[in-house]
């Protein structure tokens, strides 16, 4: 009998299913389409890998407890699968949904399984079709009994953090895995908007892609050191093979999305965390979508963006401070979002761990994930950005950051990452905002109340009689 089965063989699912067959696991394949398991199987047969042809194949090709993956698209697909398959499995079996499901829906699946005995899991997976293969990120969420099952057969796919230790934890009851997934395509948004940004203000400055691609290389060689830096760096240096020159002049600028940015810019706000970068990445990609909108409006301003008043060597180090103080309000803000949502929803999720889990595999791997996760464990829960060292870190940023962001916006450089970023750091840093004005107002008009600096309870004051 196999120990795992893994449901749904698009290429994500294949490549897991590779991964786990190559660490010596017996995997049961599945899909719905019989031509798509047996082309998989006579391209891979022999490596541990057995067909199934009916969900009840499944269940019976499966050592008890049994561990069934699901690997399709997010959506009415896992509700399908779950309801095909869940009659042949008994208590105390796993089901665990891979894919990037809305962890609510996860609270819903796991909630409506739960008395059967069946553990249903919801496990962010990141690192795209190369992580799968070769070892991802995964935060499992789900009943922490089925960690205890699943534990193995993650461990020993994942990829590694910096001490060596797997990428794979239990992040938190129910729907926690999926949340700290969807988090993480949240910053991995932001991070891609700021290095967009970046590239921005260089073209702005007449470097070439070539020299772009370098400085990227060269930030990725320091403290800045991430994975979305080093794809930067390798995309702006490939060709075009249809018509020559630099592939990235030929893509069109309207940047897509599947759904993790909006949704936890909408958890943002159901929660009250003021995490503005992630509804700014988000929205800044539709911004990139209203393409027409921008032709029309930029027709009438021709010749609008100057060259920023910077110079090449002032804004290549300039920019890189900048990025680097940017790229840490966006953790910050990540992890700010996971303290707020593990309190609202009674998750037992370590923040650390998250920190760990995140070194390696993952789209948003970065070398500062060391110092967060330090952070972390030495209890800066209220927001990294208060730890000793990373405050002093941004701190350190500040000149740089301010005088680059203002320089471009001086140029008429759209920088909603960059501006997003500092507001976040300059608001919190900020003792006494100017919100009591909005108190005011708001009672002048509505009788809404508020409440004193200098004594208890609510107050409204007949603005009209003054
Ligand atoms: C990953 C990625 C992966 C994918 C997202 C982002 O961690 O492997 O985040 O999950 O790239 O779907 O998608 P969008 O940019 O399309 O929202």
């Known amino acids: 009998l196999a120990s795992v089965g893994l449901v749904g063989l698009g290429v994500m699912g294949r490549n897991l299913a590779l991964n786990l067959s190559r660490r010596g696991y017996k995997v049961v394949v ?5 031509e798509v398991t047996d082309r998989f199987i006579s391209g891979y047969g022999g490596s541990g890998l057995t067909p199934a042809y009916s969900p009840d194949e499944v269940a019976r090709k499966l050592d008890a407890p049994r561990i069934i993956l699901l690997m399709v698209t997010a959506g009415k697909a896992v509700d399908d699968v779950i309801r095909s398959i869940s009659p042949y499995l008994s208590s105390g079996d796993v089901l665990s949904d891979l894919g990037n499901s809305h962890f609510r829906d ?8 739960d008395p059967s005995g069946i553990h249903y899991c919801g496990v962010g997976v990141s690192g795209g079709e ?24 993650m461990s020993d796919i994942s990829a590694r953090a910096f001490d060596g230790t797997p990428c794979a934890s239990w992040v938190g009851e129910d729907g926690a895995g999926h949340y700290v997934k969807m988090v993480h395509n949240a910053i991995e948004y932001v991070v891609m908007e700021l290095i967009g940004e970046c590239y921005g203000v260089f073209k702005a400055l007449d470097f070439s892609n070539g020299e772009i691609s370098d400085i990227f290389q060269l930030w990725n060689e320091g403290r800045s050191k991430s994975y979305l830096l080093e794809i930067s760096a390798k995309v702006l240096r490939r060709k075009d093979e ?3 020159g630099d592939l990235v002049d030929k893509i ?3 940047a897509e999305q599947k759904g993790t940015g909006k949704w936890a810019a909408e958890s943002c706000l159901e929660l009250g965390v003021p995490a503005f970068s992630f509804a700014v990445a988000a929205l800044d ?3 990139s979508s209203f393409k027409l909108v921008r032709e029309k409006a930029s027709s009438l301003e021709p010749n609008r963006v100057n060259k920023p008043n910077l110079g090449r060597r002032e804004a290549q180090e300039a920019l890189g401070t900048a990025f680097s103080g940017a790229q840490l ?35 948003i791997r970065a070398d500062l994930l060391k110092q967060i996760r330090e952070a972390l464990l030495s209890g800066a829960h209220d927001s990294i950005l208060l730890d000793p060292d990373i405050h002093r870190e941004i701190v350190k940023c500040d000149k740089a950051w301010r005088n680059v962001v203002s320089r471009a916006l001086e140029a008429r450089i759209p920088l909603p990452g960059f501006t997003s970023t500092l507001a976040y750091r300059d608001s919190l840093f900020t003792e006494r905002l100017p ?32």
């Not at 599945?30 to 019989?34: A, G, P, Q, V």
């Not at 996860?106 to 399984?113: A, C, I, K, P, V």
């Not at 108190?439 to 309870?457: K, N, S, W």
């Open 30 to 34: 599945y899909n719905r389409t019989k």
């Open 106 to 113: 996860t609270q819903r699946r796991e909630f409506s399984l």
């Open 130 to 153: 190369e992580g799968a293969l070769r070892g991802p990120s995964i935060m499992v969420g789900g009943p922490s009994k089925a960690w205890e099952i699943l534990k193995k057969p």
């Open 242 to 244: 249809l018509s020559g």
């Open 252 to 254: 069109l600028d309207s």
């Open 285 to 287: 990609r539709s911004m």
């Open 329 to 363: 309000c966006a953790y910050a803000q990540g992890f700010s979002l996971l303290e707020a949502a593990r309190n609202e929803y009674g998750w037992h999720t370590d923040l650390a761990e998250v920190a760990r889990i995140w070194q390696g595999g993952c789209i």
């Open 435 to 466: 919100a009591n004005l909005i108190q005011a107002l708001r009672d002048y008009f509505g009788a809404h109340t508020y409440r004193r600096v200098d004594r208890e309870g609510v107050f409204h004051t007949d603005w009209s009689g003054g």
